[in-house]
């Protein structure tokens, strides 16, 4: 049954109306009219003098309505709504006649306060055990009061809240702890909270465990706001024995815009070291986001004087940027750049990754596709280094155009089969680089400009394919053409005087092209071997792929095509031969005329395996070898040396976790004096040849969850929206993020390297390592990362983390025993970002040993 009640301040005057029947009572005063029912649903409407928005009440026990002191009682899972705000509670009274309410709990059987009100304005929610509100002024006072704001909790005794919905205490608790007794809190004598904006508090004190701590502070200001704002970052500080006291990560945030922020931040040590870091992150929905990091140390070590002392300054440029591919369909520009200076790494990273790292890639690429797909052009940079060597090699720009591949004498209206000759495509591709190759240590020379080489190549391959005996069988025939444009070329000249060759750099342009014929064949057989009497096997399966291929190419060293010249080398007449494209970028004529044919052929096996139920049957392929293959070819116009070497290539997957891969090179002539000579070394000691290389190498991973692949994973808590800034934090520093819901992971990789050049020591690299984790108990994990050098008898780089989950708290300890990267650092800390700066670090640094 749904009633609607009128009341009118004048003369209590009340009207009634049900779905089927229709009751007036005018003029009733004195009088109550109790109405009680098991459940009710009732909808008020007030006169403009008394209430400007309809009240909507309902309780689960009963209502009472009072007409002489306009007041209605509400019991057992009372609800009230008014506009914005909601309030639930055991038991409501509203007064009409002051436009208030008040709202308590109950207590239930076992002398618990249960059912406690609850007050939602907007988007806040506040818990308390007693209330009072007035619709017209919206302010209020609430006794015990628990609520969220933000990412933290705020507890008080007494709550005064005004018109503007700014709340007053006078001794409040703050916490991130979202339990009824937190385990810490910051104990405030004063607190003013403002919705969605932030809480301010006077004098308070930290209490740990109900303890107080000596942790005092004069005022505070928590931010509630959502979305980002600018701010200061409080610096960590520590004691190194090398640098002396330091305040490390300090800076400020600035918050550009909804598109763009920027965090710089500042170390300083009090021995003279010092450091300055930008990190700048930009995005734009559906058009493109990105990060800039940049990164300056200068680091002092040992005492000034001394034999030891010595300054390193270091720089890092990490630049990551990617376009929506929606946003500007046919162009696109992207870019991942990772420069650094080849100690910053190992003076300023605490991150093992970092540490062990040696090679740095970058590239920074803009494409536009013209013509629907038929033109593309490319224009980059290109950059790698290898800190250990200090080799930097960078190509500035890097510009390719090139014409997709097209048929020129196919019809437009084909009909019936192709005719041999309209399957014949060409295409075009051009590239122009200019490349410097030199030495970290000489990039601020300023003429290590003058070092950059430079060249353009162009290609055009022309090819086809077609089918023949029964289309069991594929010829591609193809054609290329290779042209090599410089503007530098090289002469070399016998020097009788120091009896060596002198080389120098001949300016102006110069040409020159290759071209090679090629015709491959290729088929596949297969051999499938059944079991009939096997209730779990059908069938095994072998396929092999095997491909002929011949290629074909002059002799480009010959006095017709003047691409090379003859030199004296010594003092006794010996001649040579070399070519004036020999030190360019793009390549070149080679010498000597080429006449191959190469035999490759891939196998796989795979299990079909039956799977039956009570009502069908199923079947599942496991594959035996996903690939095995072997490689070679002959040079028939070659005057020695015709066959190349053999390669090896096997790699599977067993049981869907443990992944195999080898790989070899064998050379098929044998050796004297420590030299390769033009004889076959297969049927001479029973070896087939030498193996110049060999690689080994076998991994898995398990963890009781169906043997999850990966590190550990971090899930985050129920409805917690993680920021991007924590996804980064996760993604470096995983261990700090560990899942404790997996009991363990294990991750295990095995490997072993052999080589052996020519009139060099064999050389072998043995290494084992592994990383995982365990739960010793429900809150506790140790991980580890480490393993064992066979060849070097050592044990490798070792990191070993213990972690406790403390509730809102969580304890790390990172431990690296061995090495020189010999180092701990403990840190306990609150969880909440809000609350990142509450946190206890000690570091043992590695450069203080």
């Not at 196998?603 to 139920?613: A, D, V, Y």
């Not at 195999?660 to 040849?689: F, H, M, S, T």
């Not at 990362?785 to 972690?803: H, K, L, M, P, R």
Request: proline share 4%.
């Amino acid at each position: 049954m749904v009633s609607s009640f009128f009341l009118f301040s004048n003369n209590y005057q009340v009207s009634r109306t049900f779905s089927k029947d229709s009751l007036i009572f005018n003029s009733i005063p004195d009088t109550s009219i109790i109405i009680e029912s098991s459940l009710r649903k009732n909808k008020m409407k007030v006169s403009k003098d008394a209430l400007d928005v309809e009240v909507k009440y309902q309780a689960k026990d009963s209502v009472r309505l009072d007409l002489r002191n306009k007041k209605v009682y509400l019991y057992g899972e009372a609800k009230v709504d008014y506009g914005d705000m909601a309030l639930a509670a055991a038991y409501i009274e509203i007064k009409f006649e002051n436009k208030e309410l008040k709202a308590k709990g109950r207590i239930d059987s076992l002398g618990h306060y249960v059912d406690l009100p609850v007050f939602k304005d907007n988007e806040r929610e506040v818990g308390a055990d007693t209330m009072h509100y007035n619709f017209a002024t919206k302010r209020g006072r609430m006794q015990g009061v628990r609520m969220q704001e933000g990412e933290g909790y705020v507890l008080c005794n007494r709550v005064f809240r005004d018109s503007s919905g700014v709340i007053f205490t006078d001794i409040g608790k703050y916490t991130t702890c979202d339990l009824d007794h937190p385990h810490f809190y910051l104990n405030a004598r004063k607190l003013k909270i403002i919705p969605n904006n932030k809480i301010v508090f006077g004098p308070s004190n930290l209490v740990v465990e109900d303890v107080p701590l000596p942790a005092y502070l004069p005022f505070g200001l928590f931010p509630t706001k959502k979305g980002q704002t600018s701010g200061i970052i409080i610096p960590q500080y520590g004691l190194s024995a090398s640098r002396g006291y330091n305040l490390t990560n300090g800076g400020y945030y600035f918050h550009l815009s909804d598109y763009l922020d920027e965090a710089l931040t500042f170390d300083f040590y009090f021995r003279g070291s010092w450091g300055v870091h930008s990190n700048t992150r930009y995005a734009k929905r559906y058009k493109y986001n990105g990060s800039l990091n940049l990164g300056y140390a200068y680091n002092v070590f040992g005492e000034k004087g001394l034999q030891d002392y010595r300054i390193s300054p270091d720089y890092k440029i990490r630049w990551v940027h990617s376009q929506d591919a929606k946003a500007k369909p046919g162009t696109g520009f992207s870019a991942d750049v990772d420069i650094v200076s080849n100690q910053y790494n190992l003076n300023n990273s605490f991150d093992a990754n970092q540490i062990v790292a040696s090679q740095y890639r970058s590239s920074v690429s803009y494409s536009k596709m013209m013509s629907g797909g038929k033109y593309n052009l490319r224009i980059g940079m290109n950059h790698s280094q290898n800190t250990q060597t200090r080799e930097f090699n960078i190509d500035l720009p890097n510009i390719n155009f090139d014409i997709a591949r097209f048929t020129p004498f196919k019809r437009k209206n084909t009909i019936g089969k192709p005719l041999w000759y309209e399957t014949i495509g060409l295409s075009y591709n051009t590239n122009f680089a200019n490349r410097l190759s030199t030495y970290d240590s000489l990039l601020n020379n300023p003429s290590v400009i003058h070092d950059f080489r430079n060249g353009i190549s162009h290609s055009i391959p022309i090819s086809t394919s077609f089918k023949f005996l029964n289309n069991h069988f594929t010829l591609n025939p193809f054609f290329n053409y290779n042209e090599f444009w410089y503007f530098k070329t090289i002469r070399k000249e016998y020097n009788p005087i120091e009896n060596k060759v002198n080389i120098r750099e001949v300016d102006g342009f110069a040409r020159s092209s290759t071209f090679s014929a090629n015709a491959g064949i290729n088929t596949r057989i297969f051999g499938t071997f059944k079991f009939k009497r096997n209730p779990k096997v059908e069938a095994i399966r072998h396929v092999i792929t095997p491909s002929l291929n011949f290629s074909y190419s002059p002799d480009f060293s010959s006095t017709w095509f003047n691409y090379y010249r003859d030199i004296q080398l010594d003092s006794f007449g010996n001649m040579g031969r070399y070519s004036i494209f020999e030190n360019g970028i793009k390549g070149g004529p080679g010498i000597g005329r080429q006449g191959i044919i190469g035999l490759t052929i891939i196998n796989n096996l795979e299990l079909k395996r039956i799977i039956k139920t009570d009502t069908s049957t199923d079947y599942n392929y496991i594959k035996l070898i996903e690939s095995f293959n072997i490689d070679g070819n002959y040079n028939f116009l070659a005057d020695s040396f015709n066959f190349s070497n053999l390669r090896f290539n096997f790699r599977t997957t067993l049981f869907k976790k443990l992944s195999v891969q080898l790989n070899a090179d064998l050379d098929l002539y044998a050796r004297e004096n420590n030299r390769r000579v033009n004889k076959l070394q297969i049927g001479k000691n029973g070896n087939p040849g030498h193996w110049n290389s060999a690689y080994f190498v076998t991994s898995f991973s398990l963890n009781p969850e169906a043997f999850k692949n990966g590190r550990p994973v971090y899930t985050p808590p129920a409805g917690r929206i993680l920021t991007d800034q924590e996804w980064r934090n996760i993604e470096m520093y995983p261990y700090n993020y560990l899942d404790f819901s997996v009991p363990w992971n294990l991750n295990i990789n095995y490997s072993l390297r052999y080589s052996e050049n020519y009139g060099s020591a064999k050389s072998i690299s043995n290494l084992f390592n592994f990383s995982g984790d365990i739960s010793l108990t429900e809150n506790w994990k140790i991980a580890i990362t480490s393993g064992y050098d066979v060849t070097q008898n050592e044990i490798a780089y070792t990191s070993i983390d213990f972690v406790r989950d403390i509730h809102c708290w969580q304890f790390n300890f990172n431990w690296i025993p061995l090495g020189e990267r010999k180092s701990f650092f403990f840190t306990l800390r609150a969880k909440s970002t809000l609350l990142q700066d509450l946190k206890i670090n000690k570091r043992g640094y590695w450069f203080d040993r």
